[in-house]
């Protein structure tokens, strides 16, 4: 099984940058996608990064764009997102989830339906 443990969340100003971290652990699946999502109250979960197994096929939310980074190093079994100009509209729990089969080898599903394993959440919340 795989088990999945967000950690980085705090509280920031607007403006300020942030990095979480997603450490993967249990069994590794060759060619798996990793996604980032997040969920303000009163909102459904929605896709913020994802990141095929090489790394080289990214999507990012337009919402996001042009500050959020994600990234992976599968020696560690670890992913990353680095947020920098958080504005207020970012606050959410911050959720990172694997897809086994992507449907199309080498990419990486865009949608928190196409995910099967999810980690706990971190909180991030950023003051205006």
């Known amino acids: 099984q795989v088990h999945l443990e967000e950690s980085g969340g705090r509280l920031v100003q607007a403006g300020d940058s942030l990095q979480l971290s997603c450490a993967a652990s249990g069994h590794t699946f060759h060619g798996a996608a990793i996604g980032w999502f997040r969920q303000a109250p009163g909102n459904e979960r929605e896709t913020v990064a994802t990141i095929n197994w090489t790394g080289r096929v990214t999507y990012y939310a337009e919402s996001i764009k042009g500050r959020f980074t994600i990234s992976r190093d599968n020696d560690k079994n670890m992913v990353y997102l680095r947020m920098n100009n958080l504005k207020p509209g970012d606050t959410a729990i911050y959720y990172c989830?694997?897809?086994?089969?992507?449907?199309?080898?080498?990419?990486?599903?865009?949608?928190?339906?196409?995910?099967?394993?999810w980690g706990q959440g971190t909180q991030v919340t950023v003051s205006s």
């Open positions: 989830a694997v897809e086994l089969w992507p449907a199309v080898a080498g990419t990486a599903g865009t949608r928190p339906d196409e995910y099967d394993h």
